[in-house]
Protein backbone atom coordinates (compact mmCIF):
# COMPACT_ATOMS: atom_id res chain seq x y z
CA UNK A 1 0.00 0.00 0.00
CA UNK A 2 1.12 3.39 -0.85
CA UNK A 3 1.65 6.05 2.10
CA UNK A 4 1.94 9.74 0.86
CA UNK A 5 3.44 12.43 3.35
CA UNK A 6 3.49 16.16 2.23
CA UNK A 7 5.41 18.94 3.95
CA UNK A 8 6.52 22.18 3.40
CA UNK A 9 3.37 24.24 3.81
CA UNK A 10 3.08 27.27 6.30
CA UNK A 11 1.77 31.16 6.71
CA UNK A 12 3.42 33.35 4.01
CA UNK A 13 1.96 36.93 3.44
CA UNK A 14 0.24 37.36 -0.39
CA UNK A 15 2.65 37.49 -2.92
CA UNK A 16 5.20 35.65 -1.46
CA UNK A 17 6.60 32.07 -1.87
CA UNK A 18 6.05 28.35 -0.62
CA UNK A 19 7.49 24.80 -1.87
CA UNK A 20 5.98 22.06 -1.03
CA UNK A 21 7.81 18.04 -1.22
CA UNK A 22 5.78 15.40 -1.24
CA UNK A 23 7.31 11.83 -1.02
CA UNK A 24 5.47 8.59 -2.01
CA UNK A 25 6.54 5.20 -0.66
CA UNK A 26 5.66 1.83 -2.10
CA UNK A 27 4.30 2.44 -5.63
CA UNK A 28 5.65 2.23 -8.91
CA UNK A 29 6.56 6.05 -8.75
CA UNK A 30 8.57 6.40 -12.08
CA UNK A 31 5.82 4.99 -14.34
CA UNK A 32 2.78 7.44 -12.79
CA UNK A 33 1.73 10.54 -13.20
CA UNK A 34 2.12 12.65 -9.81
CA UNK A 35 -0.21 15.38 -8.96
CA UNK A 36 -0.95 17.83 -6.38
CA UNK A 37 -4.52 18.52 -5.13
CA UNK A 38 -5.75 21.43 -2.54
CA UNK A 39 -9.02 21.89 -1.38
CA UNK A 40 -10.13 24.97 0.53
CA UNK A 41 -12.76 25.41 3.14
CA UNK A 42 -15.94 24.25 1.55
CA UNK A 43 -14.88 23.62 -1.55
CA UNK A 44 -14.04 20.08 -3.63
CA UNK A 45 -10.74 18.99 -3.79
CA UNK A 46 -9.56 20.08 -7.15
CA UNK A 47 -6.56 18.93 -9.10
CA UNK A 48 -4.02 22.51 -9.90
CA UNK A 49 -1.05 20.93 -11.03
CA UNK A 50 0.45 17.23 -12.41
CA UNK A 51 3.65 16.09 -13.95
CA UNK A 52 3.48 12.75 -15.94
CA UNK A 53 6.07 10.22 -16.04
CA UNK A 54 7.88 11.37 -19.21
CA UNK A 55 8.05 14.78 -17.42
CA UNK A 56 4.90 17.34 -19.09
CA UNK A 57 3.64 19.24 -16.88
CA UNK A 58 0.01 20.98 -16.66
CA UNK A 59 -1.84 23.54 -13.99
CA UNK A 60 -5.18 24.35 -13.92
CA UNK A 61 -5.21 28.18 -14.75
CA UNK A 62 -5.97 29.53 -11.72
CA UNK A 63 -2.15 28.56 -10.92
CA UNK A 64 -0.37 28.71 -14.47
CA UNK A 65 2.19 30.73 -14.39
CA UNK A 66 2.76 30.88 -10.50
CA UNK A 67 3.38 27.19 -9.31
CA UNK A 68 5.72 24.97 -10.52
CA UNK A 69 5.76 20.98 -10.37
CA UNK A 70 8.88 18.70 -10.50
CA UNK A 71 9.44 14.77 -9.70
CA UNK A 72 12.27 13.52 -8.54
CA UNK A 73 12.29 9.83 -9.31
CA UNK A 74 15.32 8.77 -7.71
CA UNK A 75 13.71 10.11 -4.52
CA UNK A 76 10.18 9.41 -5.12
CA UNK A 77 9.41 12.56 -4.67
CA UNK A 78 6.90 15.12 -6.35
CA UNK A 79 7.83 19.11 -5.45
CA UNK A 80 5.96 21.82 -5.87
CA UNK A 81 7.22 25.80 -5.95
CA UNK A 82 4.68 27.98 -5.35
CA UNK A 83 5.29 31.99 -5.88
CA UNK A 84 3.07 35.18 -6.04
CA UNK A 85 0.75 33.29 -3.77
CA UNK A 86 -2.81 34.93 -3.11
CA UNK A 87 -4.71 34.38 -0.29
CA UNK A 88 -7.48 32.17 -2.31
CA UNK A 89 -4.61 29.59 -2.49
CA UNK A 90 -5.20 29.20 0.88
CA UNK A 91 -6.11 25.43 1.20
CA UNK A 92 -4.88 21.71 2.19
CA UNK A 93 -2.38 20.42 -0.35
CA UNK A 94 -2.37 16.85 -1.27
CA UNK A 95 -0.30 14.68 -3.84
CA UNK A 96 -1.21 11.47 -5.38
CA UNK A 97 -0.39 9.74 -8.26
CA UNK A 98 -2.84 11.21 -11.09
CA UNK A 99 -4.77 8.46 -12.86
CA UNK A 100 -6.23 8.72 -16.64
CA UNK A 101 -9.30 10.44 -15.55
CA UNK A 102 -6.84 12.94 -13.54
CA UNK A 103 -8.71 11.10 -10.50
CA UNK A 104 -6.92 10.56 -7.45
CA UNK A 105 -4.82 6.92 -7.39
CA UNK A 106 -4.08 6.44 -3.88
CA UNK A 107 -6.10 6.75 -0.59
CA UNK A 108 -5.10 10.70 0.62
CA UNK A 109 -2.33 11.38 3.10
CA UNK A 110 -2.64 13.95 5.41
CA UNK A 111 -2.19 17.12 2.94
CA UNK A 112 -0.60 20.30 4.44
CA UNK A 113 -1.93 23.66 5.24
CA UNK A 114 -1.23 26.17 3.16
CA UNK A 115 -2.49 29.64 4.40
CA UNK A 116 -1.62 33.17 2.52
CA UNK A 117 -2.73 36.54 4.16
CA UNK A 118 -3.80 39.67 2.84
Known amino acids: QVQLVESGGGLVQAGGSLRLSCTAS????????MGWYRQAPGKQRELVAF???????NYADSVKGRFTISRDNTKNTVNLKMSSLKPEDTAVYYC????????????WGQGTQVTVSS
Open 26 to 33: GSSFSINN
Open 96 to 107: NAVSSGLGPVHD
Open 51 to 57: ITSGGST
